[in-house]
């Protein structure tokens, strides 16, 4: 089948509501929505307190934080699994091969991003956003708060991402969920078997929704920019 045979069929897979496809998708933006919900808060809380306190390790612990943004997936997911197996420390909760075990691996991967993006806008921000917020005698929350309002569109960039890196790894997903049908197998891990396979309809119609799920995320972070400083 050529690329222009596969395309046409990709496109009447998608319209088709062909539900085996769907249910893919499904699978890959339910675990990642689960792992940014929780990676968000995570991610930027620590950013705030490197960037605003200082501790003995601190510096060692942004160098790690910096240097875990170009870490392999597939090194992420033969730590987890390694933790996860019968053998591991966590091995009696059965969480190999499962939904959890994919949201944690992606909220261990989207972490890093959030930290460092986080860090970053928090230590470019205007200083006098906080010395006004304590001039005013607000409280540590409110002062945190106006902090992460002033630099809000660089905390919305680290979460576009954050979750762009986790919808599309596979590394990961591949290794702690298995690319079960119908259970963990997602969009990244379900292009690679069917490329394998030679099934390029299915292939590239879940390359398309990938790449709309992109899309549709960068521009609802352009949309708010836009809306913000009318």
């Not at 893919?24 to 339910?30: D, F, H, T």
């Not at 790690?64 to 390694?82: H, I, K």
Request: hydrophobic share 55%; charged share 10%.
């Amino acid at each position: 089948m050529g690329f222009v045979e596969a395309t046409g069929a990709a496109l009447r897979l998608l319209l088709s509501a062909d539900p085996e496809l769907w249910g893919i998708v499904g699978v890959s933006l339910s675990v990642t929505l689960r792992a940014m919900l929780i990676a968000m808060p995570l991610g930027v809380g620590v950013g705030y307190l490197l960037a605003t306190v200082r501790f003995p390790g601190r510096r060692l612990l942004i160098v790690v934080t910096q240097g875990l943004l170009a870490s392999p997936t597939v090194v992420v997911g033969l730590l987890l699994y390694l933790l996860l197996s019968r053998q591991g420390i966590f091995g009696q909760r059965h969480l190999l091969f499962t939904q959890t075990a994919m949201v944690i691996g992606q909220v261990l991967i989207a972490l890093p991003v959030l930290i460092a993006f986080a860090l970053s806008a928090i230590q470019g921000a205007d200083p006098r956003a906080r010395e006004t917020a304590v001039a005013l005698g607000a409280s540590e929350p409110r002062i945190a708060w106006t902090l992460l309002v002033e630099v809000r569109f660089a905390l919305m960039a680290a979460v576009c991402n954050a979750f762009g890196r986790v919808v599309s790894e596979i590394g990961c997903s591949l290794m702690v969920g298995g690319n079960i049908a119908g259970v963990t197998r997602n969009i990244p891990t379900a292009i690679a078997l069917e490329t394998s396979k030679g099934e390029f309809a299915q292939g590239i119609a879940l390359g398309i929704v990938l790449l709309l799920v992109a899309l549709a995320v960068n521009s609802a972070f352009a949309y708010f920019q836009g809306e913000s400083r009318r």
